[in-house]
């Protein structure tokens, strides 16, 4: 509220103290107020009706309106809160029927290509292939984890998405288009053996993935979420984990040669046998996690990694990278 808005109701109070004090001085000139004992004017025997009497008369009527008001506001905010939770309802729904409508378009798509098309028969560079590979992008950009798993068991199933090169259907990265696989959900899918080399994938919900003998070869995994995943056996080399959330990850017998770990959350990992050789481990957390043969051979950290209590990295052949400190400003010799 502003100064000017305040100053009607601060004159309007001061006005009723002033009314008040002098109802109850007993001044008959301020009779009219009905305030403390009634004092007549002079020659003035009857009594006339005063402020009081008439807000007395107004109070109930006051009282009936206001709860009148307040009950119809109330009421009315009630049906607003309804309306709300109407309309969030229908619109789940409507994106519960759109994201089904979408999942049966490209298995009925996908089935013609099978079917009529000759998708199993293709050959890599096939424009049918094409055709498949671009429809199951665009769809799992926007169906959420369960429908995803639907597309992946359907392509395992129709024997299209094969580890590799063989995959008919591959979401590796090309030499003309870069796969952006960023925010789409494969939290639990079940992705054994895909190939996404060099896939964009920063970002994305990977929680409970199983991604086990995967290729995932120059992948970027940037700030992506792992949690609980499994990716034994998976081919990381020269991957960006930098940030990424793994904490609780299966990584036993991973390639992660030259990956970029920096950062990354490593609590609880299994990492047996795992092979980090050359990799960026500097800030990383492994605390908690098992070590047991693995391969730290020209893999580089710093004082803000943490290992595991009574891990020595130096003798698995981790290197400590020191901070250089800063230059110090050159003076110049006057001679």
Do not use: C
Not at 73 to 83: F, I, P, Y
Not at 144 to 154: A, E, I, L, P
Not at 233 to 255: C, F, G, K, P, Y
Not at 265 to 282: C, D, E, P, Q
């Amino acid at each position: 509220m502003t100064r000017t808005n305040k100053l009607p109701i601060t004159i309007a109070i001061a006005l009723f103290l002033i009314f008040l004090a002098g109802g109850y001085s007993g001044s008959y000139y301020f009779s009219w107020t009905g305030f403390g004992d009634y004092a007549p004017p002079p020659g003035v025997k009857e009594r006339g009706k005063t402020f009081w009497d008439w807000l007395d008369l107004l109070i109930i009527p006051a009282v009936l309106a206001g709860g009148a008001l307040w009950l119809n506001r109330r009421e009315r905010e009630a049906e607003q809160v309804l309306a709300d939770q109407r309309a969030k309802a229908e619109h789940a729904a409507a994106e519960e029927r759109r994201r089904e409508d979408t999942l049966q378009k490209y298995l009925d798509t996908m089935s013609e290509l099978i079917l009529d098309r000759g998708l199993r028969e293709s050959q890599p560079g096939d424009a049918v292939r094409d055709i498949a590979r671009a429809r199951t992008l665009s769809v799992l950009r926007v169906l959420d984890s369960d429908r995803n798993r639907t597309v992946v068991q359907f392509l395992r199933e129709a024997e299209l998405f094969e580890a590799g090169e063989a995959a008919i259907v591959n979401l590796a990265n090309s030499t003309l288009e870069r796969v952006e696989l960023e925010r789409i959900n494969f939290q639990e899918a079940d992705l054994r053996g895909i190939n996404l080399f060099g896939a964009d994938l920063h970002w994305a919900s990977l929680n409970g993935v199983k991604l086990s003998g995967a290729i995932l070869i120059g992948t970027n995994l940037s700030g992506a979420s792992l949690r609980g995943g499994d990716l034994s056996e998976t081919h990381l080399v020269e991957a960006n984990l930098s940030q990424a959330d793994l904490r609780r990850t299966n990584l036993s017998r991973t390639l992660l040669g030259t990956a970029n770990l920096s950062g990354a959350k490593l609590y609880g990992v299994n990492l047996r046998k795992a092979i980090l050789t050359r990799a960026n481990l500097n800030g990383a957390d492994l605390s908690g996690s098992v070590l047991d043969e693995i391969t730290l051979t020209g893999a580089t950290y710093d004082t803000t990694t943490q290992w595991p209590p009574g891990f020595d990295p130096a003798a698995a052949g981790a290197i400590l990278v020191k901070t250089d400190p800063p230059p110090e400003d050159k003076i110049d010799n006057p001679d």
